[in-house]
């Protein structure tokens, strides 16, 4: 019975690995260009290169806005498997860590990892439902100030930063008049 119990979890793992496939290597593949971006942004701004470190940092934007972007719809598309829970999740969550790490020493890797964040949370939940989460949430997203106007005009997370924005101000001023 041990051994009928055994190859099941084996199996039911290989299966779940098999489904797993395509989004492991994307999200590897992700994560090792998020390293290279913040190897790249750390080099630029010791070298004092603000144009470049700011490029940088628009691809580190990018990067761990797609790292967070596959693993919900992993989460998602897993939400109901107990063997994602307890075998393929806490490998996300441990790049989940490593990236903590590579951001942890910098401010503005610090603050830009918390607008991605409510940007990701927004796009997943829609706008923040009370006013001291509407007040965090435009905080957070004013990082956008940091980016040349070339990434808030040209790339998919400059627009997301836009509208967004634009919906937190206009709830703001609906709310209580200009």
Known sequence: MKIAISIIFILSSLVLYAQQDGYIDAFSLTYSKLQ???????NYSADNKIDKSC???????????????????????????????????PIYLAVFEEVEALFVSDTL???????????V??????????????KQAIEALY????????????????GIL???LQGMRTYISRKYGD
């Open 36 to 42: 290279e971006a913040s190897q790249e942004y750390e």
């Open 121 to 134: 949370d927004t796009e997943r939940e829609g706008f923040p439902k009370n006013d001291d989460e509407v």
């Open 143 to 158: 990082f956008q100030d940091y980016y040349h106007s070339d990434f808030l005009n040209n790339t998919l997370e400059g």
């Open 109 to 119: 890797l610090v603050q830009m990892q918390a607008m991605v964040q409510v940007m």
């Open 55 to 89: 490029e940088a940092l628009a691809e580190i934007t990018h990067q761990y806005r797609t790292l967070l972007k596959i693993y919900d719809e992993v989460a998602f598309k897993f939400r109901h498997d107990a063997s994602f829970d307890t075998l393929v999740q």
């Open 162 to 164: 836009r509208k967004q």
